[in-house]
């Protein structure tokens, strides 16, 4: 199982941005869960935002300007994010969990210039 993060970069403060995640070897549609996480240096990697079967979940700090989606399709995971901040900078990291197995994306790098 492979997940492949993409769509980091350079922002200002307010903008929006669209992380992507594509999987080979597993299914999204099919995982129990499939979420994003962040981490930024000296902190725990924080959950962003997940989507199960039952719908989709948020932390506190993003709900109301991002929306996580899977594309069917083509078998990617992507986190819309606007209005964005300072303190959204970190390394994004996509999850897939399916039985006990946890899967993690390589990260991408988001960061937001005020």
């Known amino acids: 199982v492979q997940l492949q993060a993409s769509g980091g970069g350079l922002v200002q403060a307010g903008g929006s941005l669209r992380l992507s995640c594509a999987a080979s070897g597993i299914r999204f549609i099919l995982a129990n869960t499939v979420g994003w996480y962040r981490q930024t240096p000296g902190k725990q990697r924080e959950l962003v935002a997940t989507i199960t079967s039952s719908g989709a979940d948020y932390v506190d700090s993003v709900k109301g300007r991002s929306t996580i989606s899977i594309d069917n399709s083509q078998n990617t995971v992507s986190l819309q994010m606007s209005s964005l901040k300072s303190e959204d900078t970190a390394v994004y990291y996509c999850?897939?969990?399916?039985?006990?197995?946890?899967?993690w994306g390589q990260g991408t790098q988001v960061t937001v210039s005020s």
């Open positions: 999850n897939a969990r399916q039985g006990y197995d946890d899967f």
